[in-house]
């Protein structure tokens, strides 16, 4: 498949924030600034510049595992028919490209001056409509972790237990295991020793209860029937009270049942996993964000506990509505330090100039340019602050005590 092109501006989608702002863990951007993952049994790439968004998938002749070491012929992909190919609705679907983000952001802005002072320098963040199960799994991974090592346990756990796709370069790509391959007795010892700590028996067990005591199709059934899927049309998800609305309580309270999973967890999986945008994880971050620029941290609201928790969601979803996860994942990422060192720098776009529209490869003198700092600083974490809320306490790595739930 040739690199194809959708007009999009940088306005409504910043590619480079919206990968690496800790909602998905599996992407890589090579020195050309391509950003790869293997999706949906293909390799799909991304590349943009000021007013396209360009992809290309590419397709394996066969699923095998590679050769040990890796073989060094070229890739076994190809491009499959034109009247076959998904990729362009499964690019919409995945970077959620249907909502008009200015206006989103215009009103967010009216109703928040805080937002409105802060979001001009962040612009083009766009919450993922990714897999609800490597959204669990990724998250599940997040506690008391830091986005690259949570991207090296996700890369792991690819390589142990998913299907091998392809290689771009030297590059090997796989696609995430399904849950039925993480049944097996031995993983929770084997992702031990992959290093992934107490989190691999909650992997493992969580792996368990959804092929022994769901369908197949479990996770996508508590999905916001308003999110369009590959194959599903879209539904209304009714009105949208202040706790949020009945599907997205529902959801929340059913991946609560799931080990290691608590209120965090679950909200980030119903945001970026299932598609419920009202959903807001509350975690360090957005707690210092409620304390500086929203009153809280006073009076009943003093610490971080499971009330404080439940109030904090209900306020920014009676101030930005039912997209309320959205603006507070723009403001959460205006808030972490690192990011904003790298973004502190304007974005610097060149006149570009178009040979052969249909080909990126015809574009030259077209870049964008961000300062790069260090994104191991990065974090979607549970840290001291959060681990007040006794009644919601998670075992840590040292413990390996009976857990009570930790969001």
């Not at 390589?159 to 790509?173: D, L």
């Not at 508590?222 to 959801?251: C, F, H, I, Q, W």
């Not at 997209?323 to 994942?329: K, M, R, T």
């Amino acid at each position: 498949m040739s690199w194809r092109k959708i007009p999009v501006s940088l306005s409504e989608l910043c590619v480079d924030t919206t990968l690496r702002c800790g909602q998905s863990f599996r992407w890589k951007r090579s020195e050309d600034n391509i950003w790869s993952c293997a999706i949906h049994g293909r390799l799909l790439s991304l590349r943009q510049v000021s007013t396209y968004l360009y992809y290309r998938a590419l397709f394996p002749n066969s699923l095998v595992a590679p050769p040990t070491p890796p073989s060094s012929a070229p890739p076994s992909l190809s491009g499959v028919p034109a009247d076959e190919d998904d990729t362009e609705a499964l690019v919409y679907q995945y970077l959620n490209l249907s909502p008009n983000l200015t206006d989103l952001y215009e009103q967010w802005s009216k109703a928040d001056l805080n937002f409105k002072k802060k979001a001009p320098k962040f612009t083009g963040v766009r919450i993922l409509r990714q897999d609800a199960w490597e959204a669990l799994v990724g998250f599940i991974c997040s506690s008391n972790n830091n986005i690259a090592r949570i991207s090296q346990m996700m890369e792991k756990l690819c390589i142990h237990y998913g299907t091998f796709v392809g290689h771009i370069g030297a590059q090997a790509f796989y696609d995430m295991p399904t849950p039925a391959a993480l049944t097996d007795p031995k993983v929770e010892m084997h992702l031990r020793q992959l290093g992934f700590g107490y989190r691999a028996k909650y992997l493992y067990q969580t792996a368990v209860m959804i092929t022994q005591e769901h369908s197949e199709d479990w996770l996508d059934t508590l999905r916001n029937p308003e999110t369009t899927v590959l194959d599903r049309k879209s539904a209304s998800a009714g009105e949208m009270p202040p706790g949020g609305r009945e599907g997205y309580r529902r959801a929340h309270e059913q991946l609560l049942a799931l080990q290691g999973v608590g209120p965090k967890v679950a909200d980030c999986v119903c945001l970026m996993g299932l598609g419920w945008g009202e959903a807001v994880p509350v975690d360090t971050h957005v707690w210092q964000i409620a304390q500086r620029d929203y009153k809280f941290g006073k009076g009943k609201h003093r610490s971080l506990t499971k009330a404080t928790y439940d109030a904090i969601g209900d306020y920014f979803r009676g101030l930005w509505g039912k997209e309320a996860g959205w603006a507070h994942s723009v403001l959460f990422t205006a808030d972490l330090r690192a990011f904003s060192a790298q973004l502190l720098s304007k974005v610097e776009v060149k006149e570009e100039f178009v040979k052969k529209e249909e080909d990126i490869t015809a574009v030259s003198h077209s870049y964008i340019k961000i300062e790069l700092g260090t994104e191991n600083r990065l974090k979607r974490t549970s840290t001291d602050a959060e681990n007040k809320i006794v009644s919601l306490e998670e075992r840590t790595a040292a413990g390996e005590r009976k857990r009570r739930r930790k969001y």
